[in-house]
C-alpha cells in the first residue's frame, strides 16, 4: 500500500505540473497582452506597463514559468524594491482588480463552497443510492419503473430552472424557509443548514438522478455474480447479502464518479451560487470572467484540478476498503 500511493503522490504531482504547464500556456503565452489581460479592462497604459514589470513579462519565456510554479509552492514577490507586493505560498496569481492576493480571495469564499457541495453530496448519495438500490431490487417492477421516471426528469431538469422553481414555490409562495443567504456553521447549525437546504435540493436532484441510473446498473450487475448466489445458498440474511456483498463491490463506479463531481464542485457551483446569492468560489469566478479578472480566474481553475486530482487520489486508496477484491 505504501509503495502504491507513493506512485500515486508522484503521479499525482506530474499531473498538477503538467496542469500548471497548459494553464501558463492559456493564460500567460496565448493573450496578445497577458498584461492587459491580467489587469483588467479599466487599466490605463501607464498601469498596465506596472503590471506588466510586476508580473516580469520582460523576462525570457523558462524563466517566467520558473517564476510561476514556484510562487504555486513557494510563493513569490510581485516588483521589485520597496514597491514589491509579496504573494505567500501558494501563490495562484495576484488580482489587480480587488488589489489581493488571489489565494486570499478563494480562502474567504472557500467556506461557502464547501458548506453548499459537502451538503449535496451528503444528500444527492442517501437519495441517489437509496433510488438505485430499491430499483435494482425490484428490477422489472411497478417501484423500479417509477423511481427511473422520476430519475429521468430530473436529470433533464437545469439546475437554474429547479433553483428558481425552488425559490419561487417554497420561499416567496409558502414562505417556508428564508431566501438563502450564507451564515457560517459556527453562527448556529440551524441557520447555517436551514439557508442552504433549497441550494443543497437545486444540485442532489441533478446529481441523485444520474447516481440513482448508475448504482441501479451496478447493483444489478452485482447482483447476478456468483459469489451471491453463494451467499444465499449459505443462508445468509438477505441483508447481510445486498449490503455487504452486493453493494460494497457495486460502490466502485460510483466512487468513481462521486471523486470527479465532489472534486470539481468544491470549486465552486457557478450557477448555483450566482442564482441563491451565496458568495462562494463559484461566484467569484463568475464576477472575475465579467471583469476579465485573469488572475482569479487562472487560480479557480488551479483550485478546481487540484480539488479533482486529490479527490480522485482519495477514490483509489478508498477502493480497497469499499470492495474486498481490490488489493495494492
Excluded at 444540485?203 to 441501479?216: F, G, I
Excluded at 471523486?259 to 468560489?281: K, Q, W, Y
Aim: glycine share 10%; aromatic share 10%; hydrophobic share 50%.
Amino acid at each position: 500500500m505504501i509503495l502504491y500511493l507513493g506512485r500515486r503522490l508522484l503521479g499525482a504531482l506530474g499531473i498538477l505540473l503538467a496542469i500548471c504547464a497548459i494553464t501558463f500556456t492559456i493564460f500567460y503565452l496565448l493573450p496578445a497582452d497577458p498584461a492587459v489581460a491580467a489587469c483588467g479592462k479599466t487599466c490605463s497604459p501607464e498601469r498596465v506597463a506596472e503590471v506588466k514589470a510586476a508580473m516580469g513579462l520582460d523576462q525570457p519565456v523558462w524563466e517566467q514559468f520558473a517564476t510561476y510554479v514556484t510562487g504555486i509552492f513557494a510563493g513569490r514577490d510581485y516588483g521589485s524594491g520597496a514597491g514589491a507586493t509579496h504573494c505567500g505560498f501558494p501563490c495562484l496569481g495576484y488580482s489587480y482588480e480587488y488589489s489581493l492576493p488571489v489565494w486570499g480571495l478563494l480562502t474567504d469564499r472557500l467556506p461557502v463552497s464547501v458548506s453548499l457541495a459537502v451538503g449535496a453530496s451528503v444528500l444527492w448519495l442517501v437519495l441517489g443510492l437509496g433510488a438505485g438500490v430499491t430499483s435494482a431490487l425490484r428490477k422489472g417492477g411497478a417501484v423500479d419503473r417509477t423511481l427511473m421516471v422520476f430519475s429521468v426528469g430530473a436529470a433533464s431538469l437545469p439546475v437554474y430552472f429547479t433553483s428558481i422553481m425552488l425559490i419561487w414555490g417554497v420561499v416567496r409562495t409558502a414562505g417556508l424557509l428564508p431566501y438563502p443567504s450564507y451564515h457560517a456553521f459556527t453562527d448556529g447549525p440551524v441557520a447555517w443548514a436551514s439557508n442552504l437546504l433549497l441550494p443543497w435540493i437545486a444540485l442532489a436532484l441533478l446529481y441523485a438522478a444520474m447516481y440513482a441510473r448508475q448504482s441501479r446498473n451496478s447493483m444489478i450487475e452485482a447482483m447476478a455474480e456468483p459469489y451471491i448466489r453463494t451467499a444465499r445458498a449459505k443462508g445468509l440474511p438477505p441483508r447481510t447479502v445486498t449490503v455487504k456483498h452486493g453493494l460494497r463491490s457495486g460502490m466502485t463506479p460510483i466512487l468513481t464518479i462521486f471523486g470527479m463531481d465532489l472534486g470539481g464542485l468544491l470549486a465552486g457551483a457557478v450557477i448555483t451560487e450566482s442564482i441563491f446569492g451565496l458568495p462562494g468560489v463559484g461566484r467569484l469566478f463568475y464576477d472575475a470572467l465579467v471583469r476579465s479578472d485573469q488572475p482569479v480566474i487562472l487560480g479557480v481553475t488551479l483550485l478546481a484540478a487540484t480539488f479533482i486530482v486529490a479527490a480522485n487520489l482519495l477514490v483509489d486508496v478508498l477502493y480497497a476498503y469499499v470492495d474486498p477484491r481490490v488489493r495494492y
